[in-house]
Nanobody
Framework: QVQMVESGGGVVQAGGSLRLSCVASGRTLVNVDMGWYRQAPGEEREFVAMTRWTWRGYTSDYDDFAKDRFTISRDNAGNATYLEMNSLKPEDTAIYYC????????????WGQGTQVTVSS
């Protein structure tokens, strides 16, 4: 079992920045994928960014809307991920969820409780 604690959400004006944090515990996390999804009111949950474990180290993936404004990072121990969000827009308003994906014969996904990000115009 994996537990995650997210923090860093809040209210910010358009053009501002926020940094989300997710700290996970409960098992070895160095060789798992960790990242972020978001869900706006009335919308489906969508992918934001992910750090993926490889034998050569972590790689990062972003959805198109996040590529130029968001930066995802991972700590060396592998148990925390951070999402630096810049130039925020009102359409970035959503609940942001930390996600842990454990690969294997039976992949398992874990979700954090979410942190609210509100961008005012």
């Amino acid at each position: 079992q994996v537990q995650m604690v997210e923090s860093g959400g809040g209210v910010v004006q358009a053009g501002g920045s926020l940094r989300l944090s997710c700290v996970a515990s409960g098992r070895t996390l160095v060789n798992v994928d960790m990242g972020w999804y978001r869900q706006a009111p009335g919308e489906e949950r969508e992918f934001v960014a992910m750090t993926r474990w490889t034998w050569r180290g972590y790689t990062s993936d972003y959805d198109d809307f996040a590529k130029d404004r968001f930066t995802i990072s991972r700590d060396n121990a592998g148990n925390a991920t951070y999402l630096e969000m810049n130039s925020l827009k009102p359409e970035d308003t959503a609940i942001y969820y930390c996600s842990v994906h454990v690969p294997g014969p039976v992949p398992v996904n874990y979700w954090g409780q979410g942190t609210q990000v509100t961008v005012s115009s």
